[in-house]
């Protein structure tokens, strides 16, 4: 093979090769080097079988995996690849298997858990890719909305059923050459998930003699999904909050040695199986594995009152999409990109797009099925005939790019085809930011990234200023908050104190009998608890709460004054806001005794912003000031010169703990500060031979 591997001064993978396949090889090799115990973690979670290493912790997502069939829809989805792309992605695997050794014994987590490196088989990336987006688009919040009927009424679930910051927090941006200073367009983007150690992202450079392309690669998956960068054209995406999963409330029953289940037309057979989870350090668990026409029953079983199926895409289709990923490699306009995603299917996104022709694309990518409103909605009957799927919603929606382009999650492009949406607070912040100038640069666009403006403070504020009959110390903390300039920088104790007022009244608010019957413990796997606490429903529709008139038996302004009082009668002064609202990545494996990060014995550090600034670093008010979401990277790409593009991620280059490339963009992404993209082949080479 003819494969070359260079490293910029970030530790950053630059891989060339003589041909596609060989590159993809060359990809899935060094993701095992760079990130090994990431990589098999990864295969595990979509296995099913991280328990076995990582203990009975693990078992409630072993459990979903194995019920919810993710390595067998990852098979049917291989299997229906063309063949080009089946070997590609072998390719990859290939690679992946040849570099796992190497990579294994680097990684300190596999001797700390007595983990041997397994083999990838040629449907894992698939499998991987599932495992990553099984919960993206938050099916589990159909469970809430069937307990908010159960225990309110169905009148109750518009106080929750409403665009809040909970979901998600990505931002993209696209800003047409005339409102550049080179005159070409600038596309950027902050995709905003669950911060890991190691990263969701690595940055990678592929290049052969088909293509050259830079970006954000799913250590993995081959290719560059998401965010990329060909020289000639420059994509990314956004969480389109679509709605595409749907849950069936199923009935079962045993005739003879058969299970069957009812459905529209009567009474149709059922799969039935069992499977052990082995678990490290306790006993083996079985898992029934139950499936009907509608899909795999992800909660409940044969012998329980209730079972409810999941409904999903790839595999209704047998399908992912994954032929999208060699076609975006090769683009070199909007048009083949937009053709490209034309094939997509799991997760919706939004897509953005521009080229060095003039070429502009604002669309939505992937496969949304078409049926009642209901199933949008709830956890509806298998047996009633409204609720099968009638086929896919057909032309995806579109809009023409005039100046700028905005996508935060809000309700917009996508709205025909989802419930829930990100507030507009990003979205218009983002735009009313760009508006203010007609020069801008890869370098000055990276501004908007960390802008800690907090719109969505409004409501209790103004409640707030509604206030009277407080003790001098409430009085005292209400004209601080009065005169606050609302941004949720690190440095500023006045977000402090916004925030522990915020947090006194979501408590509050949680705390009222009205909400009580929500507050009881919900008969749900633990996996989907998440999603059916009251307290974080409360925190995260906060807004609403705030201003709706459906809330006739709890006094707001009697809440709030409460809460004022509680927070003044603190002694002392609030810390910075970046002292308490620290990062909190996920790790697989907990850190040792030595400190958080696991290195040094430092703390994480604090960061700036709030759930709805654009630096959006969320937390869960009223529970924890911690962050355990925020943008697992940042990009600007630009299409007049792409080395003059920008990137970071929160770590670095490296998924082994203690290498000089594991954490060493970590204060620079802190500041807000990007790298320079290098895509020059002679500078790579001149690099490397120097070193």
Not at 9 to 19: D, N, Q, V
Not at 158 to 164: C, H, I, R, S, V
Request: charged share 25%; net charge negative.
């Amino acid at each position: 093979m003819s494969i070359e591997v260079h490293r910029d001064a970030w530790g950053i993978p630059h891989l060339r090769a003589g041909s596609a396949r060989e590159l993809a090889y060359a990809q899935g090799h060094n993701a095992a080097v760079d990130r090994a115990w990431q990589l098999e973690v990864e295969r595990h979670r979509a296995q099913g079988t991280t328990a076995a290493f990582l203990g009975p912790e693990a078992v409630g997502w072993d459990r979903l995996a194995r019920q919810s069939r993710l390595e067998d829809t990852a098979r049917r989805c291989f299997r229906s690849l063309d063949e080009e792309t089946r070997d590609w992605v072998t390719a990859y695997t290939d690679g992946v298997n040849a570099g796992l050794p190497e990579g294994a014994a680097a990684a300190p987590e596999f001797a700390a858990t007595a983990l041997t490196p397994g083999t990838w088989q040629p449907w894992t990336p698939l499998g991987v890719w599932l495992a990553t987006h099984l919960l993206f688009a938050g099916f589990p919040t159909k469970l809430w909305r069937e307990e908010v009927v159960r225990r309110l009424g169905p009148d109750a679930v518009e106080l929750f059923a409403t665009d809040g910051p909970g979901t998600t927090g990505s931002n993209g941006w696209l800003v047409t050459g005339e409102r550049t200073a080179t005159g070409a367009p600038l596309l950027a983007g902050d995709p905003h998930r669950f911060i890991e150690d190691p990263g969701v992202y690595q940055q990678v450079h592929l290049a052969c003699p088909e293509f050259d392309v830079v970006g954000l690669a799913v250590p993995g998956v081959p290719g560059i999904a998401h965010f990329g960068h060909t020289g000639h054209v420059a994509w990314a995406i956004t969480n389109a909050m679509a709605d595409y999963q749907d849950l069936y409330r199923e009935r079962l029953r045993r005739r003879g040695d058969r299970l069957e289940a009812l459905g529209p037309d009567g009474w149709r057979p059922a799969s039935h199986r069992t499977e052990t989870i082995d678990v490290a350090g306790a006993d083996a668990v079985t898992v029934d594995l139950v499936e009907t026409d509608r899909g795999p029953v992800v909660i409940g079983g044969p012998e329980d009152a209730e079972a409810i199926s999941l409904r999903c895409p790839p595999r209704v289709r047998h399908d992912l999409g994954f032929g999208t990923l060699p076609a975006l490699l090769r683009a070199t306009t909007v048009d083949d990109v937009d053709r490209a995603v034309d094939q997509w299917v799991e997760p919706v996104n939004v897509v953005q797009a521009a080229d060095t022709r003039g070429g502009l694309l604002h669309r939505v990518a992937g496969r949304v099925p078409v049926r009642s409103r209901d199933n949008q909605l709830r956890v509806v009957d298998a047996w009633e005939d409204g609720h099968a799927w009638r086929g896919w919603h057909g032309q995806m929606p579109r809009e023409a790019v005039r100046g700028v382009a905005v996508m935060a999650n809000q309700r917009g492009l996508a709205a025909p085809l989802g419930v829930e949406f990100a507030p507009p607070h990003r979205a218009t912040r983002i735009r009313e930011l760009l508006e203010r100038s007609t020069v801008w640069t890869a370098e000055s666009v990276a501004a908007v990234h960390t802008d800690t403006q907090l719109a969505s403070a409004r409501p209790l504020l103004n409640l707030l200023d509604r206030l009277s009959r407080l003790s001098p110390p409430g009085a005292a903390l209400r004209e601080r908050l009065l005169a606050w300039d609302r941004r949720m920088d690190a440095a500023s104790t006045d977000a402090t104190a916004y925030a522990e007022l915020r947090a006194a009244v979501v408590r509050r608010f949680a705390a009222e009998p009205s909400l009580a019957p929500l507050a009881g413990p919900v008969d749900r796997p633990g996996v989907f608890q998440p999603w059916l606490a009251l307290g974080p429903r409360v925190a995260f529709a906060l807004e609403n709460l705030l201003t709706t008139d459906q809330l006739p038996n709890i006094d707001r302004l009697d809440t709030v004054r409460a809460a004022v009082e509680e927070v003044a009668a603190r002694e002392g002064d609030f810390e910075p806001w970046g002292e308490v609202h620290r990062l909190a990545p996920w790790q697989a494996l907990p850190p040792g005794p030595d400190g958080e990060p696991g290195e040094a014995g430092e703390r994480w550090p604090g960061l700036g912003g709030d759930l709805d600034c654009v630096l959006s670093t969320s937390s869960v008010p009223g529970y924890t000031h911690r962050s355990a979401r925020g943008p697992a990277a940042r990009f600007v790409w630009d299409l007049a010169r792409r080395d003059d593009s920008r990137w970071i991620v929160p770590l670095g280059a490296s998924g082994v703990p203690g290498h000089p490339h594991h954490r060493d963009q970590l204060p620079l992404w802190l500041r807000g500060e990007l790298v320079p993209v290098c895509t020059d082949w002679q500078h790579l080479t001149k690099e490397k031979h120097d070193d």
